[in-house]
């Protein structure tokens, strides 16, 4: 059982709990969990550490089950992620009439309206930038956390999940392809309108 642990410095009680090599990659590359009990006192920090740990505990079991799936995951072939990808341009691109949906991708600047390609254009530029280098990885982390939102939103749409990074980094980037071409849409909708 993971027992709390006082701060030398704070006089804090915090907890922590180491994550294996294999699941790391399911928690964003973190190596542990911890998180303050915010209190100094001892009995209060064990009676709140029960709360954290099965926070902790869950979390690592959603990781393990991520690792289990994963060799099923990868059966999933380029084909059917571009086919998520499509299904949710076109799902988008309908619905670019709504206000909510066009600013999404347009910016009312001073000077005017502006698409907002540059913020998908930008990242997916530096991760392209990144690739071989020592910087990979986290430039792929960097990128996912940004296009996170798209990904969970294309594969609800979809009615799929993935967690391997290597579908979720590929859908990243092909959505990213895909919103900048609905940027530049937006722009021209929005223009003519």
Same mark, same amino acid.
């Given at each position: 059982?993971?027992?709390? *642990?006082?701060?030398?410095?704070?006089?804090?009680?915090?907890?922590?709990?180491?994550?294996?090599?294999? %699941?790391?990659?399911?928690?964003?590359?973190?190596?542990?969990?911890?998180?303050?009990?915010?209190?100094?006192?001892?009995?209060?920090?064990?009676?709140?550490?029960?709360?954290? !740990?099965?926070?902790?505990?869950?979390?690592? +079991?959603?990781?393990?089950?991520?690792?289990?799936?994963?060799? *099923? /995951?990868?059966?999933?072939?380029?084909?059917?992620?571009?086919?998520?990808?499509?299904?949710?341009?076109?799902?988008?691109?309908?619905?670019?009439?709504?206000?909510?949906?066009?600013? *999404?991708?347009? %910016?009312?600047?001073?000077?005017?309206?502006?698409?907002?390609?540059?913020?998908?254009?930008?990242?997916?530029?530096?991760?392209?930038?990144?690739?071989?280098?020592?910087?990979?990885?986290?430039?792929?982390? *960097?990128?996912?956390?940004?296009?996170?939102?798209?990904?969970? /939103? +294309?594969?609800?749409?979809?009615?799929?999940?993935?967690?391997?990074?290597?579908?979720?980094?590929?859908?990243? !980037?092909?959505?990213?392809?895909?919103?900048?071409?609905?940027?530049?849409?937006?722009?021209? %909708? /929005?223009?003519?309108?």
């Amino acid at each position: 059982m993971i027992q709390p *642990r006082r701060d030398p410095k704070s006089g804090m009680w915090k907890i922590r709990k180491g994550i294996p090599a294999h %699941l790391r990659p399911f928690l964003d590359g973190k190596t542990e969990l911890k998180r303050s009990l915010e209190t100094k006192d001892a009995a209060e920090a064990k009676s709140r550490a029960s709360v954290i !740990v099965a926070e902790f505990e869950a979390i690592t +079991a959603n990781a393990q089950l991520r690792y289990d799936n994963q060799e *099923r /995951e990868q059966q999933v072939n380029p084909a059917q992620l571009d086919a998520i990808v499509s299904h949710w341009f076109v799902n988008e691109r309908q619905r670019l009439s709504q206000p909510d949906i066009l600013a *999404r991708y347009t %910016l009312d600047t001073s000077d005017g309206l502006e698409a907002m390609a540059e913020w998908f254009s930008d990242p997916l530029e530096a991760l392209n930038d990144a690739e071989g280098t020592f910087h990979q990885q986290s430039a792929e982390q *960097r990128f996912m956390s940004h296009m996170n939102n798209f990904v969970d /939103e +294309a594969l609800t749409l979809s009615q799929c999940q993935l967690f391997s990074h290597a579908a979720r980094l590929y859908l990243s !980037v092909k959505l990213a392809e895909a919103i900048i071409r609905l940027c530049n849409s937006a722009f021209d %909708l /929005e223009v003519y309108m």
